[in-house]
């Protein structure tokens, strides 16, 4: 018989939680994606009124068991995720959203992908081709609890 591993229960539970966050808000909805799962877990559709205006997000979900903490030197904290998805976002004209989840705490961290990591520094450029995975550096200040508006401040830029 088949069962759940903990990575599918903690994805279904950072899905879960960032829905309840972003749904809060009357211009913004939370859809998951389902099937093949290439590093987007879902997205953020926005709403003019009633209506979906066509401003999209792609939303990359990353979820820890442990309370988020800010890094001892810097003012930020570290998600680490795969090289390939971080040549994923670079492949698109969307913006693509890094939500850090912890599942024992309140909120998220956020972070826009193609912002926070440097794709023409060639250390970098070199790190995503050689390496399996790359630490995203995303700003303590970028902790959503309840309020979404930054989330749709980086949607609506992309689209003026």
Not at 41 to 51: H, S, W
Not at 150 to 156: A, G
């Amino acid at each position: 018989m088949a069962s759940r591993i903990p990575t599918h229960k903690a994805e279904t539970r950072s899905c879960d939680k960032a829905r309840t966050i972003i749904d809060k808000h009357d211009s913004a909805l939370f859809r998951e994606l389902t099937g093949r799962d290439y590093g987007i877990d879902g997205i953020i559709e926005l709403f003019a009124g009633d209506y979906p205006c066509g401003k999209i997000a792609l939303v990359q979900l990353k979820s820890t068991q442990d309370s988020i903490k800010k890094n001892k030197r810097t003012d930020d904290v570290s998600c680490t995720i795969s090289t390939s998805n971080a040549r994923y976002a670079f492949q698109s004209n969307i913006p693509v959203i890094l939500i850090y989840i912890s599942l024992s705490g309140t909120g998220f961290y956020y972070v826009n992908i193609q912002e926070a990591i440097d794709i023409g520094n060639r250390k970098t450029k070199k790190k995503i081709e050689s390496q399996k995975t790359i630490t995203v550096k995303i700003p303590y200040a970028n902790h959503i609890i309840d309020d979404v508006s930054p989330l749709i401040e980086i949607i609506e830029s992309y689209y003026e």
